[in-house]
């Protein structure tokens, strides 16, 4: 018998165009560690052992099996170059070659519904089936080829992107091509024995689009989570860097002034998101004044961190020695208030201490009230005028006001996220209990006296999720 009239000749011929597919769509996908010429002889050597074994398969069987030796040739012979021609994990090789092997797959239906549109009167698997195999092998190469175009245009960046997001875990998803394929595989011996065929018309092709959509929606899922999850993670690592650049720009290096024996000092921020909009400073504005500085800016996370680097700067550049520290929160007021669209405002309190008459001048914008400890004394809150709020109107005047320490004074300054702590039942940690942990830790060393005021939030919170910033700072006068 003529080859050229052999069902089995042209069923693997067939099988061959898919698999031709199959390999350009690998190659063009993943990154070729190997010369092109040894890879397309190395694909070329696959195919040739593909097309014997598909054939005489097909030859020395019925028309019952034609369809396994065509599908698990594919599954046998394509992945095997993968492994030593590509650069990429074997997860991802896998999981490529066996996702195309799918598309090939599909492009073999669409192939066998384009054909018996155009010749219905022959029976694939009779005498004649030749008469029709010829026809679908050209009509395959077309389809092939217009795959092969739409995945190059359309998909190919965006499978190429979520493999770089995914290299590390494309182990956990090279599954789902195996299952789409063999489960294809499967619905297509089901339908094609209960005698569903293109012969039968609208019903064949309404069911195959339904399969074909629920395996597209399947594939759609995988790929945009991957980039929903990539764009996390990006924004993720973002707010990592920007937290570490907010922490760098606060004071943290204790004790700062390591040559100064007037004052010690002690701070920590713990912000509620990656990044908060409560801050605190400290700097001498000369050799014998050390300014203090804690605020806490209205909202959370990226506003108010960008909106806390304005306020930081604008007070700090203002702050200088021939300017009193009510003319600072003036002009730094006015100049927030300055295209100041999003109505966001800041609560802050400033001090500078005199180091030689131990003279403390302050000025408040509606903060908490800062506690203070006379030597050998205890906690308590300082009776100041609240303030009104940077930011929240323009045109507004500050006035300072000033106190005396002595040698042994402690100063703690706070933001509201001390004191609004809660815990699963919505109590607030507030004054009271904050005054509790300061008198018991009041004679510890700075960095434990704030740390023991934090164990005291963390054991009342009992777990709650922190809901605002928290800062707190302390100086104590020597």
Known sequence: MNILTENSFWYAAAGLVSAMLAVILTHITLECKRKPIFAWLSWGLSLACYFV????????????????????????????????????PISTKLFTV???IFLSNVGSFLTGLSTTALINNIDPYGPEGYRFLIPFTIMKALIAAAIGIIFVVFLRRTVIDVFNILSHKMGRYVPIPFIACFGFFCIVQIVQ????????????????????????????????????????MKTQAELNV?????????????????DRQ???IYATMDPAKEVGGDFYDFFLVDDKHLALVISDVSGKGVPAALFMVIAKT?????????????????????????????????TSFMAVLDLDTLELTYVNAGHNPPVLRRNNGEFSFLKINPGFVLAGLEGMMYKEDKISLAKGDRLFLYTDGVTEANNPSGELFGDDRLLESLNKNATLPLDQLLGGVKASMDAFSAGAEQFDDITMMVVEVR
């Open 53 to 88: 074994f598909a054939w005489l398969g097909c030859r020395l069987t019925g028309p019952q099996w034609y369809d396994y030796f065509i599908f698990f040739g594919w599954m046998i012979f394509l992945p095997l170059p993968c492994f030593y021609l590509y650069k990429e």
């Open 193 to 232: 024995s209960v005698g569903l065929l293109p012969q039968t018309g609208i019903l064949f092709v309404l069911f195959y689009l339904v399969i074909c959509l629920i395996f597209a929606v399947m594939y759609w899922l995988i790929f945009s989570n991957a980039i929903w999850s990539s764009r996390a």
């Open 242 to 258: 920007a937290r570490n650049i907010q922490r760098d720009m606060l004071p943290c290096i204790f004790p700062p002034f390591p």
């Open 314 to 346: 604008l007070i700090k550049n203002q702050t200088q020695p021939d300017i009193s520290l009510g003319e600072v929160f003036t002009r730094v007021n006015d100049q927030l208030c300055e295209n100041n669209g999003e109505g966001m405002f800041v």
């Open 262 to 264: 007037e004052f010690d």
């Open 98 to 100: 066996v996702t195309v």
